[in-house]
């Protein structure tokens, strides 16, 4: 029997692996989940099962423990006789919660990803005191590689000391923590870039960056001001092939001491003039009016961005307020290569998904859900 113990499962990435761990039928998950008290958690679970389509009585649904914690606090806020039997039972982790917030001061980043990092390894020593621990999985970011230029190695940081924000920074603290600290522990490391829907359906729990940026790429929100976007390419990778591999690695003991880029790959990323071409066609298909674009350097749209804002509405502004990160990461000439990655899950039956597998079936999705009806 495995024992999982997995966190962020309501969560974009985390709600994507539930239901493939519980496919095996001799897996029994305890999923951490934040809760103000038991009725709240037992309210957030129903609208999980119902999100992963599991009836009252499903044989899945039985073996989910759900557990109120958080992963800030010390042991998770479970306590001691909470922690000492998630030590005794745990057969493998996958600590997928994080606040992925870009703007929270470090501090509060720091507790949503270095704290939980020392705890997961924690109890991850203690699981393999008691003798049951067989693999730990833990989900980072390509942007713990901030704002170096170049294609980005499937390797340990160096010294990273420049950040787009304090997400991005706490990450790398918390990676070097897991090898500084963890080195005896069976730990993978996952990578991914920008994670976006299902393919096939486009499904996806939370519509995050990827989505606020096909909008800003329409053109609706800036009256069709738009700056160049040069050659820049913007590195996607759908939700269910992430979640694929994350379930994958934890099934393979093999893979501990790895670090996988879990992204397209530097040929393979789409430009961002394919993807605002893509995104205009999809937008006008469902009957969405655009503005022709207008062109002009990014530090003019930058300068633009206040008084755009002034003249446009609140909803609009609101939009607006995500664009200056937005910016900064088109200025960047950063790649990420993925050979040792893209090999290893070749090899697994799990192959890098093409962009063109997914993007319209995402972009879909999103249009056709209330989030993009209420954005238009
Ligand atoms: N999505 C991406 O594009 C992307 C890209 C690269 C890396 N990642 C990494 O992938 C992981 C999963 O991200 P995601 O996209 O699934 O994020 P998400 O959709 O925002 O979900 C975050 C999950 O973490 C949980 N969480 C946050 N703070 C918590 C706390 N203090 N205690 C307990 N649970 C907490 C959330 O619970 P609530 O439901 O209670 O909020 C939710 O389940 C993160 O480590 C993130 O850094 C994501």
Partial sequence: MKNVFLTGATGTIGSALVPRLLAEGDTALTLLIRARDDADLQARMAQMLAYWHYPPGDDRASRIRPLRGDISLPQFGVGDAGFAQLADETTHIIHCAASVKLNMELEQARATA???????????????????????????????????????????????????????????????????????????????????????????????????????????RTYGVMPELGYTRLDTVPVDWVADVIHWSSG?????????????????????????????????????????????????????????????????????????PILAYLAEDQGFSNPRTTQALAAAGLPVPPVDSYLDAVLGFYLDSSAGQLAA
Wanted: aromatic fraction near 6%.
């Fill in 252 to 324: 393979h003991e093999d893979t501990a001491g790895q670090i996988f880029h879990l992204c397209s790959g530097p040929d393979e990323a789409i430009s961002l003039k394919s993807l605002q071409q893509r995104v205009r066609r999809a937008w006008q298909s469902h009957g969405r009016k655009l503005p022709a674009l207008r062109q002009v350097n990014r530090s003019l749209l930058e300068r633009l961005v206040p008084v755009i804002g002034a003249l446009a509405g609140e909803k609009a502004r609101r939009a607006l307020r995500a664009l200056p």
């Fill in 114 to 220: 270095v704290t939980p990092t020392r705890t997961v390894l924690d109890l991850g020593r203690r699981c393999a005191q008691a003798r049951t621990l067989r693999k730990i999985d833990l989900v980072s970011t390509v942007g713990v590689w901030g704002r170096t230029p170049g294609l980005m190695p499937e390797r340990r940081l160096p010294e990273v000391r420049d950040f787009h924000n304090t997400y991005e920074a706490a990450k790398a603290e918390a990676e070097r923590v897991i090898w500084n600290e963890g080195a005896d522990l069976p730990v993978t490391v996952h990578r991914p870039s920008m994670v976006v829907g299902e393919t096939g359906s486009g499904r996806v729990m939370h519509f995050q960056v990827f989505y606020h940026l096909c909008e800003f790429l329409s053109g609706a």
